[in-house]
């Protein structure tokens, strides 16, 4: 097949490209590389070193043998990704090119401006381009888990069948984003459905979980393919900031009582998702809605599962607690189902002490390129929250050779 990947140098997306190229997909790339630009602005990076996305191509040419076309721009250029629609003609589109970070989101009316822009406006240029030039390709969009909120029912699988005043109908099942960033992402829902229901596109929408891990089956051939790992307060998952603070030294950073509960997946089970909707596509007109994740945790289960792990290693784990920077139900019910993708054959690496223990021996490679001032939660829901969030102990602060220095 022909495969597109939007945002194709991220997180995801690299690990998802060299997936679909390693199976003998014609794969091409497209990237604005914002998300380098706004750890840049930040005076953040990723704890692996990342290559450019110049140089990633010719390794993977080198060690595979097989080539991944290129395309730099913005999807907020109309002209732009239109041209590469119209070129390269998409049999499959994997939509990652988004501004993913609900932290991020909510820094500022600015940022709030610029995350919507970015992913409505975005997704908005993809839709029409894909109905003016390719409108039997597959629209592969990641939603987010977040778009639901926390609801005191189960969370079915983006609909939900409704009884009201003697009538049934089945409709998209309620959303209740949590920032800005989420808020974006129901847009996205409503836009993509709206043009499978009108003009007879065909899209999945995976509403995924949060994603931890670095590795992949690919990545891990050659360190100069290695996908980016956050851990910051804006892009880091919740476990991938917990190993890493457990290899430095730092205490976990649990937010309010840490009995939120959220679901996760590693990130091999996304490349999973991602290829089983790719391979089993959504009919003309359909919108499919997955739930992508495989288990659920609260915020406290992970803390004590890195715990463990970091001290059979060695590590001196503790816990501190914050005053939570961000507005959300801390003690919920969370059941969320996810059957489709689990039918169609995924098969989920679970979290245990092995898989978290090999996370954390892909950190302490890396320790020396931390930068620890971006650790500690400095970004509020509400401008009213306090200045220091620390609601415990106060932690030592390490410089970005991990040496520790005194607190302030």
Request: proline share 5%.
């Amino acid at each position: 097949m022909r495969i597109l990947v939007l945002g194709g140098d991220g997180y995801l997306g690299w690990p998802t490209a060299l997936h679909f190229s390693e199976r003998g997909h014609e794969v091409a790339i497209l990237d604005s590389f914002a998300r380098r630009r706004w750890h840049s602005e930040r005076d953040t990076d990723s704890l692996t070193p990342i290559s450019s996305l110049e140089d990633r191509i010719a390794a993977w040419r080198e060690i595979s043998g097989r080539e991944i076309d290129a395309h730099v721009g913005d999807t907020q250029d109309a002209a732009f990704l239109e041209g590469v629609i119209a070129d390269f003609r998409p049999e499959a589109v994997v939509h990652y090119a988004e501004q993913a970070s609900g932290p991020y989101s909510m820094i500022s009316r600015e940022h709030a401006v610029e995350t919507q822009v970015n992913n409505v406006v975005g997704t908005l240029n993809l839709l029409f381009a894909l109905r003016e030039h390719v409108p039997d390709a597959h629209l592969v969009k990641l939603g987010t888990m977040g778009e639901y909120g926390t609801p005191n029912i189960d969370i079915e699988e983006g609909y939900i069948e409704i009884e009201h005043r003697g009538r049934r109908d089945l409709l998209p099942f309620p959303k209740l984003p949590g920032s800005m960033y989420h808020l974006s992402k129901v847009h996205d829902s409503h836009n993509i459905h709206f043009a499978c229901r009108i003009w007879g596109l065909r899209a999945t929408d995976l509403n995924q979980g949060v994603v931890y891990g670095v590795e992949t089956e690919a990545t891990a051939r050659d360190e100069r393919l290695i996908t980016r790992f956050d851990y910051d307060e804006l892009f880091g998952t919740a476990l991938n900031r917990f190993c890493l603070q457990a290899v430095i030294g730092h205490p976990l950073t649990v937010y309010g009582s840490g009995k939120q509960i959220r679901s996760f997946l590693n990130i091999r089970d996304t490349l999973q998702c991602v290829e089983l909707a790719v391979l089993n596509p959504a009919e003309a007109g359909e919108f499919r809605v997955f739930n992508q994740f495989t288990e659920q945790f609260s915020i406290l289960e992970l803390a004590e599962l890195v715990k463990q792990a970091g001290d059979a290693l060695g590590y001196t784990v503790a816990l501190d607690r914050y005053v939570n920077p961000r507005v959300e139900a801390e003690d919920h019910y969370y059941n969320a189902v996810n059957d489709k993708l689990l039918a169609l054959g995924l098969k989920p690496h679970f979290l245990g002490d092995e898989l978290i223990r090999s996370l954390l021996g892909v950190i302490a490679r890396y320790s020396d390129r931390v930068i620890t001032n971006a650790i500690e939660p400095s970004i509020r829901w509400r401008p009213e929250q306090p200045e220091s969030l620390l609601s415990g102990r106060r932690s030592p602060q390490r410089s970005r050779t991990g040496s520790p220095t005194p607190a302030a």
